[in-house]
């Protein structure tokens, strides 16, 4: 079985549009769960990519992919819509965490690297992170922290 990476995706664009797009991806979850199986739009050209596991809640696309993020079929979706987006993602089994962002038609793609990722090594004695000269219990925090100036170095904040 895949590892799965956890999709979380924001949408811009003007109102309409949106509802059109949540409306996609809400009959796209009521059909998944009738077929038990992936869900991709028609109109999408993507070879083996599935959303599994959809919901919208709050504005929000939740979904998960087969080991790396779908950027690209994300990408196909926004321009049917006419809309932009960014897509956090992660699959931490195989240290994938970052962040897709789509623009005036263009995806750029942050992801933390093993330089980034070898920062916070875990402490077996104390069974937690050193991050930064203090102990972390939960890693998502500091790979919050890490895409966070690393998007902030990308836009030269």
């Not at 796209?28 to 596991?53: I, T, Y």
């Not at 929000?60 to 779908?70: A, D, G, K, Q």
């Not at 875990?122 to 925090?141: A, T």
Request: charged share 30%; aromatic share 18%.
């Amino acid at each position: 079985m895949a590892n799965m990476c956890y999709n979380t995706v924001s949408f811009y664009g003007t109102p309409e549009k949106i509802q059109a797009v949540e409306k996609l991806f809400t009959e796209l979850a009521a059909k998944e769960q009738q077929d038990n199986c992936g869900q991709r739009p028609s109109f999408v050209s993507a070879g083996e990519a599935w959303f599994f596991h959809i919901r919208w809640e709050e504005d929000l696309l939740y979904f998960e992919s087969r080991w790396e993020p779908i950027l690209d079929i994300l990408r196909q979706v926004a321009d049917h819509f006419q809309l932009e987006f960014e897509c956090e993602f992660e699959e931490l089994d195989n240290l994938i965490f970052g962040i897709g962002i789509y623009r005036y038609g263009t995806l750029t793609e942050i992801r933390l690297d093993n330089a980034d990722l070898n920062q916070y090594p875990f402490d077996k004695g104390s069974d937690r992170y050193y991050f930064e000269g203090e102990f972390w219990e939960c890693q998502e925090e500091i790979l919050e922290i890490l895409l966070d100036r690393k998007r902030n170095l990308f836009y030269g904040i």
